[in-house]
């Protein structure tokens, strides 16, 4: 069975019987007390989720509908530490990219001086010492790669959490009016020449 829409966000034409028994029912799920603009106390210490908490508040603070309830702040929660583990894991990913870059210019930088040096030993040396760095510069590859599959998992999760909480263009159309298409301005005259086709074809009286 699908969630039900906020009251706010229905379209729906309902007779009064049923927008009295739907008011009714949503007041009795409704708690008395509503979530503050303050991130709870679970958030302390994680800056970037009590400043997710905060941005959502004002934002469902503008609407008319009641979207979030107290009843959610679990998943509000949740949600506001997803988007600081997801900026952590984009911090993690620049370094460890960047490190991939600087591994790969010395890597390169040693193969080069391996090739100038006329010393048999020494340039076997520099080419072995590139050999080694090679390793690191793969598993700085390998780093990066990982972590870009973190974050897309990551991103997911949270997509379908906005899902849940109108966060998403298709997640609030369903709830957007239909647009009304116009109609057509009547011609008089070509609505003469319909009557007069029709009492010559004899459908008029």
């Not at 009295?20 to 603009?37: K, M, T, Y």
């Not at 040396?125 to 050999?131: D, L, Q, R, T, Y």
């Not at 090679?134 to 599959?149: E, I, P, S």
Request: hydrophobic share 40%; with cysteine; proline share 4%.
């Amino acid at each position: 069975m699908p969630a039900r829409k906020p009251a706010g966000l229905r379209n729906r034409a309902e007779t009064k019987a049923e927008t009295a028994a739907r008011i009714a029912n949503e007041a009795a799920l409704e708690p008395e007390r509503g979530l503050s603009v303050q991130a709870p106390a679970r958030l302390k210490d994680h800056q970037v989720a009590q400043a997710t908490w905060r941005r959502m508040m004002r934002t469902y603070g503008q609407l008319k509908a009641t979207v979030v309830t107290r009843m959610d702040i679990d998943l509000l929660v949740d949600y506001c530490l997803l988007m600081e583990q997801l900026q952590e894991l984009d911090r993690m990913r620049k370094v460890a990219y960047q490190l991939w870059l600087e591994l790969g210019k010395r890597h390169d930088k040693i193969l080069q001086e391996s090739k100038q040096i006329g010393d048999k030993d020494a340039a076997e040396a520099k080419e072995e010492e590139a050999i080694k760095l090679a390793t690191k510069v793969l598993d700085a590859f390998n780093a990066v790669v990982k972590l870009d599959g973190r974050v897309d998992r990551k991103r997911d999760l949270l997509l379908k959490w906005r899902q849940s909480l109108y966060l998403t263009p298709r997640a609030r159309s369903a709830a957007a009016p239909e647009k009304k298409e116009k109609p057509e301005p009547v011609d008089p005259l070509e609505t003469l020449l319909d009557d007069v086709s029709d009492f010559v074809n004899g459908d008029g009286k």
